[in-house]
């Protein structure tokens, strides 16, 4: 126990060395504007993260998105001696457009533990974590650092849901992949780290409102009003939300009409539930679509009735709370008793790429640095509003949590072998 503390204090003082740099790499992204919709900047952040993995024997593959208007993902490998490979998940893209920052003069900003500025917690400062991980293991565990196969991953457009990242890596992972790790902010509660432990699904749906367009003058009572048949009907959707199980349905846009002296023959809706359970979604999923077909609102003259269809757009299944993303959880613990950290899992009601790995490979996500206002460029004089942040202080306990569990986790794969 002595001796892993004395070599704890060790990588300790050795991240406390690297942070300067590591910081400067943190610098040079967020001064690259990687919106999402921005694949020039996308991919011009890719080449400089493969350049600056580069010296720790990376070799890089650019994958091209299957959507046209994305950046590259990015595939970093280094093969080790041993059977057993471990991945890295993290993304190049935020979501404020270069016009946004502009406006907003939302940049890099240092002010005290605090550095604002785009995509500093959500997700390069997870990418500078990975960074920072790997070159401690490198110079403190060199064994397990050789052994393991490293797979890092950067998906180019995480922040829409890209479609195809999940079979880049699901295709590259290697047959011993001891865990899957997503370098998403961390949770707080109060002192202590929170891990994130499981994820929502999430299920999109559009609902089309279909009625008889009619003079709203002169035969008002023989329209079928649209508007009023998607009112009643997106009433019933939002009643769907069920807190005692975690299932929410938002009512997220409405369109409706043309001109006020029409009554409308056509409005729709959109929207998305979430649930952490597969069956739950499901659940979800026949309650909604159960509310299609003929509507109550008819035309008063001849009882012409108004027709709802329901449409699932996409669906992104749950990453539900499991025993192997569990047992990760509790190496992370015990590393963190170690290391005198609190340590606990959450599960969070936004999606992230343990969504889509989590049923192949042990999975943990939240192992960034800590910070907050992710996806907020706008700051306000009395300081009620603040932009996007991550904390200087969280790094280096953090990677060192990291670099504890990892080696845990080799060793706990030994002594199975
Ligand atoms: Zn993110």
New binding site residues.
Partial sequence: MLGVMQEMAEVTAYLEQQLPAGLELLREMVDINSFTGNPEGVNRLGRLTAERFAPLDFQAEFVPSTHRGWGDHLVLTRPGRSGKSIAMVS?LDTVFPPEEEARNHFRWQREGDRIFGPGTV??KGGTVMMWLVLSAMRRHAPEVFEAVTWKLFWNSS?EPLSPDFQRVCRDRLEAGTLAALVF?AEGRLGDGVLLVVGRKGRGGWRVTATGRGAHAGGKHAFGANAIVQLGQTVQRIAALTDYSRELTFNVGAIHGGTVVNRVPHQATAEGEFRAFSPETCAQAREALLALAGPGSVCSPQDGYACEVAIEILEEWRPWPPNPATDGLCQLWREAGAQLGLTVNGEARGGL?DGNGLWDVVPTLDGLGPWGDNDHCSERSPDGSKLPEFVSVSSFVPKAALNVAAIVKLIDAARERA
């Fill in positions: 993304h959500d997700i995480e998403e992230s």
